[in-house]
């Protein structure tokens, strides 16, 4: 699963090296930290409510989009999901 999401992060990594103006990934990394963040919340909310009230399938989509915009928020702040892997590891001690 982790060779997945590293996948993931490169194809951001690289949609926004691309600078290609039709790139949602592009797009969102260049409105700003402010406005990817604010995504990143939006998106954790949606995920709340969403394991709240709402079917295993929509919860589940709405975590892929957490993880996603949480990867380029990630970038936007240089930092990696190996970062936050590091992280998690030191917590497990």
């Known amino acids: 699963m982790c060779d997945f999401l590293k996948k993931l992060e490169d ?3 690289q949609r926004i090296v691309e600078k290609n103006p ?7 990394y260049n409105s700003g930290l402010h406005n990817v963040a ?3 919340g939006e998106e954790a909310v949606e995920l709340a409510v969403a394991a709240i009230a709402e079917s295993r399938e929509r919860v589940t989509a709405e975590a892929a989009d957490l993880v ?7 970038r936007a702040r240089e ?3 190996d970062d936050v892997c590091r ?3 030191k917590r497990m001690k």
């Open 38 to 40: 604010r995504k990143v």
């Open 22 to 28: 039709e790139s949602y990934t592009y797009k969102l």
């Open 11 to 13: 194809v951001i990594n």
């Open 79 to 81: 930092l990696t999901l």
């Open 87 to 89: 992280e998690l590891a």
């Open 68 to 74: 996603y915009h949480m990867l380029v928020l990630l």
